[in-house]
Structures are given as structure tokens and as C-alpha cells.
């Protein structure tokens, strides 16, 4: 599986951002995947952000982007994107898409099989 992210940019605070993976090597409803969001700012430990099932159907958020960032997913784009909306400095971070199989909707990163490089999202105060 080969995941691949991009949207990362600078914004200002307040602002929105989207970010999007594309996914290949995998058939997203046929492997159940789910996708995610994992997110690491500089001198910080890396966290979960956000991760939806492959049917889009459940949904985990982090409490700190919970009624700002959105995740979605098209299964027939392989693909999944993070709308995030009302940005804050604290949100600055590169920014990671991951994927598991038959997974559930974990939060834990060990249960993350797959990773894409890192997009950087940085929001000027």
C-alpha cells in the first residue's frame, strides 16, 4: 500500500486548509481499509488526528480538532481528505495519512500498517 499526501501549505489562523491521500496498491472496500490522520508538530510527540472506516460509516476524532477537522473518504477514488477549518497555531504540525486493514478505527499508531510521507501544515498566529 502506498499512500500519498498533499494539500499542506501555511495559513493563517482562523483559516482552512485541505488536506488529501491518495491510496494505491489497495482496494479500499474490497480490504476494508481503514484511513487516517496522524499528526507530529516539531519537538512533539506524534498523535492521532482523525480516522474513518472504509465504509465512512464510524468516525474518531482527536478532542482537539473535534467540530474543526472533518475526515472523508471516496472508496472510488482511493482516496481520503482532512478538511480543517478554523485553524490554530497549536495545529502546526506535519501531517501523515495512514491505513490499516480490518482494523476497526483505532487511535494508537502501532495499529497503523501503512504511512505516506508527511505534508507540513503551518499556521501563523
Known amino acids: 500500500v502506498q499512500l500519498q499526501a498533499s494539500g499542506g501549505g501555511l495559513v493563517q489562523a482562523g483559516g482552512s486548509l485541505r488536506l488529501s491521500c491518495a491510496a494505491s496498491?489497495?482496494?479500499?472496500?474490497?480490504?476494508?481499509?481503514?484511513m487516517g490522520w496522524f499528526r507530529q508538530a516539531p519537538g512533539k510527540e506524534r498523535e492521532f488526528v482523525a480516522a474513518?472506516?472504509?465504509?465512512?460509516?464510524?468516525?474518531n476524532y482527536a478532542d482537539s480538532v473535534k467540530g474543526r477537522f472533518t475526515i472523508s473518504r471516496d472508496n472510488a477514488q482511493n482516496t481520503v481528505a482532512l478538511q480543517m477549518n478554523s485553524l490554530k497555531s497549536e495545529d502546526t504540525a506535519t501531517y501523515y495519512c495512514?491505513?490499516?486493514?480490518?482494523?476497526?478505527?483505532?487511535?494508537?499508531?502501532?495499529?497503523?500498517?501503512?504511512w505516506g510521507q508527511g505534508t507540513l501544515v503551518t499556521v501563523s498566529s
Open positions: 495512514v491505513a490499516c486493514a480490518f482494523c476497526g478505527v483505532p487511535v494508537r499508531e502501532q495499529q497503523y500498517r501503512s
Open positions: 496498491g489497495l482496494t479500499f472496500s474490497r480490504s476494508r481499509y481503514t
Open positions: 474513518a472506516s472504509w465504509s465512512g460509516g464510524a468516525a
